[in-house]
């Protein structure tokens, strides 16, 4: 900040329901060398009978990866916030995910005059949609792992709508729910 006066910091903040099922499918894929004995097995089961992990019957999720990742999804939401408009202050700006994937060309367009950008092509309208669509993320995942790519589509929103069960949910919003709160994700913790 001090060695760029004139730096801008733009932080884009995802719901942290998708950050979790977007964390557990990456350690999935990956195979992570921190994956317990539990999830090794949940990977196992899943690989075996996905359809009961897909509408919330059974969790993808260790009570402990929930707890882990809801609070420092939280943690990170609220400290990042506080300081980009502490040491940026009119120079920060944060930008939901989601309203990104609804209307891209609306929000990249509102970013680009945040960042003093006079004139935008609206021809730039098709190509930004264009790279939207494309997701190389899910196209590494589904040639390293494409039984368990194949189960969740990457980069949606409220894909955690389909995998997580009545304990997932009370365990996140014991966590996060009022940072859920503070980013306009929910109103209340009645989800």
Do not use: C
């Not at 099922?21 to 990977?43: A, H, M, P």
């Amino acid at each position: 900040h001090a060695i760029f006066p004139e730096a801008h910091l733009v932080y884009m903040v995802r719901d942290g329901r998708d950050v979790l099922v977007s964390e557990r499918f990456r350690n999935f894929v990956e195979e992570s060398g921190f994956l317990s004995t539990q999830d090794k097995r949940i990977i196992s089961d899943l690989r075996k009978g996905p359809a009961l992990f897909a509408h919330g019957e059974r969790s993808i999720f260790t009570e402990t990866m929930i707890r882990r990742a809801a609070g420092g999804w939280a943690a990170n939401v609220s400290e990042v916030d506080a300081e980009g408009r502490r040491l940026f202050g009119s120079r920060y700006y944060a930008l939901r995910y989601e309203a990104l994937l609804q209307a891209p060309f609306d929000q990249m367009e509102r970013l680009w005059i945040f960042l003093g950008v006079k004139k935008v092509p609206t021809s730039l309208g098709k190509r930004v949609r264009a790279e939207m669509r494309s997701n190389p993320d899910e196209e590494w995942q589904a040639k390293r792992s494409g039984d368990l790519a194949a189960f969740l589509l990457k980069g949606t929103a409220g894909n955690w709508r389909q995998l997580f069960t009545e304990r997932d949910k009370q365990v996140f919003k014991e966590v996060a729910g009022q940072a859920l709160m503070q980013w306009r994700y929910e109103k209340s913790t009645e989800w």
